[in-house]
């Protein structure tokens, strides 16, 4: 097993969608730079926008790691793979980038996840993700698992924040602005919600 795809569309984009976690894997352009690997998941926060275009909503979290290598050189790879079914892992490969609350795409980009309230989760960033090398191969060796649903700590955490005080909490964490290596990660303040 093992195909590389055009386009992410079909099969493809079914099992994608099925999948309620995925991760994220950044790095600086640095050799001795730290590698970031994320975990995402929450219904609905994430969406393939064209057969090569995809988008997941970037939350309120302790650091920005992904944020910062994308503004620095914009690699990224986004995987997933099957906790049930049959045995698949694909991953896509390519160029990232953050889209913040004052970029004109911002309210397109956001209206293509219906199903997220963007102020209960402490929203800072649309990462928008351009496929270059779209792969699948066997997930034989994934360990078989069942996903139970979303926790609801992350909503009921960050749903109290206003954009000034999301903004007191980003300052007061060490590796929200500037990332573990130094690289600028989320600017701030943020841009204010729009309305």
Avoid at 29 to 54: C, I, Y
Wanted: with cysteine.
């Amino acid at each position: 097993m093992g195909k590389t795809y055009e386009r992410i569309d079909g099969r493809l984009r079914d099992f994608i969608e099925a999948q309620p976690v995925f991760f994220t894997a950044t790095a600086p352009l640095s050799g001795d730079g730290t590698v970031n690997l994320s975990p995402k998941g929450l219904s609905g926060s994430f969406a393939v926008l064209d057969e090569r275009t995809v988008a997941y909503l970037d939350f309120a979290g302790s650091n920005a790691e992904t944020v910062a290598h994308l503004r620095e050189n914009g690699r990224i790879t986004l995987m997933w793979c099957a906790f049930c079914g049959p045995p698949t892992i694909v991953r896509v490969h390519g160029r990232g980038e953050p889209v913040f609350r004052d970029d004109p795409r911002w309210k397109e980009l956001i209206g293509r996840f219906p199903d997220i309230d963007p102020s209960r989760h402490g929203l800072r960033a649309i990462i928008v993700v351009t496929a270059e090398l779209i792969r699948d191969t066997c997930g034989y060796a994934v360990p078989l698992m069942t996903y139970e649903g979303d926790r609801p700590l992350h909503g009921s955490r960050f749903e109290r924040e206003t954009d000034e005080s999301l903004d007191a909490y980003f300052h007061r964490k060490e590796h929200v602005a500037t990332s573990i290596d130094g690289l600028p990660g989320l600017p701030l303040p943020l841009p204010p919600t729009p309305v």
